[in-house]
Structure formats: structure tokens, C-alpha cells
């Protein structure tokens, strides 16, 4: 049974069309989007989203976070009586054709220098960390999510 389901950003919608299921990391854990899920608002953490369509093959997205609504109502065509559309909106998601895998790990291996240099050898735990520290790590998370997303993850060093 499919759901509606959109997945859009700022710039484009990404997939329009009916889903049989959408898994994904909220900020309450992992879940599963399913035709006739409970109604709710989530926080979508930086993930891998999978989105299996109702036809053809699964559609991966690194999704940088947002937010997703379900909302189920009466009124369905399916066995249960109910209709469900279900919106993930994102402020930066890229489907995992589209990574450039080469420039991932330029940014992580950036990232992580940056990081190197900022800290400057200084312990890690009680220690406050400075503006420019906080967006090197951002790029740094930006960057394994795109990795990972890609298949292109490698072991932790």
C-alpha cells in the first residue's frame, strides 16, 4: 500500500510521487514510514534517507536535516479506510547520484585538518570550543554523510 509522499529543499523537490516506505533518523531514533502511520511532526536529524516507491527502485538521499510531517486521515482507498501523505522538507538534501565523492573526502580531509589546527593539541573534554571549530566540525559531518550516503565511507582512522 503507498502513501504520497514529498521530499522537497529550498531549491527543488526531489521525489513527488506515491511510497510504500520511508526510513529515516528522527530525533526521537530510527524509523519507518509506513501507509497509515500515526500523524506526527518529527525533527529530521543529518542521515541517509532511504525511499522505497511504490514502483522501481529505492532512492537514497543524504539529508542534512529538516523536518517531516505524516498526517493520516480517513478516507483511504486501502483495506484500512485511511489516506496518508507524508512530507519530509529539508534544507539541504542531495540525492546520492548526484555526490561527488572526489570532493567529499577534499572536504573531510579540509574539515579535519582545519580541526587539527584549531585545537592546536588542547584536551578535548571540559574545553569550550570556538566558532570556528563548531563550522569545521559541521563540514566534517556534512562531509562523512556524504560518504556514507555514497557507499564511500571508509573505516575510522
Known sequence: M?????????ERVLVDGPASALV???????????????????EVVPCVVRVDPDEGDPIRLAVHGGFL?????????GPSGLATTVALVAGV??????????????????????????????AEEGRERSAEERAALAALARAELRLEAAGAAEPAR
Open 2 to 10: 503507498a502513501f504520497a509522499l514529498q521530499v522537497l529543499t529550498p
Open 69 to 77: 510531517q505524516v498526517d493520516t486521515r480517513p478516507g483511504g482507498e
Open 24 to 42: 529515516l533518523r528522527s530525533s526521537d531514533g530510527d524509523m519507518t514510514v509506513l501507509e497509515g502511520h500515526t500523524s506526527l511532526v518529527a
Open 93 to 122: 538534501a542531495e540525492p546520492v547520484a548526484e555526490i561527488d565523492v572526489e570532493r567529499a573526502r577534499r572536504a573531510r580531509d579540509e574539515a579535519e585538518a582545519e580541526l587539527a589546527r584549531l585545537s592546536g593539541g588542547q
